[in-house]
């Protein structure tokens, strides 16, 4: 396995690249080699961080056929087989950011318990997410806000969505734009990204 060499310029162009083969030729070249390492070096971590053993899974995008995937990730679960199902984590790129998630997607069948474990426990919640992460709504989207911005309100409403409406999802994280000089940095971002999963890991034990 390569080391870890941080993200540069190249790996977020790919996504510039017309065509599904020649994109997705370029991901598995430039990009999934970082993911796997990315994979390999954070499973321990988080298995110690959450207390189940978790696995990781970089995107194959094998289910398509015509459209070019616009991101790219590799998620980790205490599932060997796949990861959709369960409130998860992922780290992956848009063209033009990095991004961190704990994320609850639509196929999860726990969304309604977990909604409700973090329901209850909203003011922790707000307490140990830094106002400078982010919440999502939608993992197939590359917007997202910033806890300063929703407030408790905001996040109410999202983690009350999550068992409300049947395509609900629920990501929170930070995102890390393709120019930051620490994405080039492979020490100082493997340690970023190990803080954010400090925080990360602690909403996932809250969401159990």
Sequence with gaps: MTAFSGFHQEDFDV?????????MDAIKTIVR????????????????????????HVAKHARRTVNPPKDTWVAWANDKRGYKKHPHFQIGLWQTHLFVWYAVIYEAPAKTEISQSL???LDEVMTLVPD??????DHTEPTSHSQAELGRDGVKKLVDRLAQVKKAELLCGITIDRHDPVLADPEALLERLENTFTVLGKLYTIGR
Excluded: C, N, Y
């Excluded at 996504?15 to 994109?23: C, E, N, P, S, V």
């Excluded at 400078?132 to 709504?137: E, K, R």
């Design 132 to 137: 400078t992460f982010h919440w999502s709504p």
């Design 15 to 23: 996504f510039a690249i017309d065509g599904l083969d020649q994109r």
């Design 33 to 56: 080699p970082k993911l796997e390492a990315l994979g390999h070096h954070f499973a321990p971590v988080l298995s110690l961080k959450t207390g189940d053993e978790m696995f990781f």
């Design 119 to 121: 329901q209850s426990k």
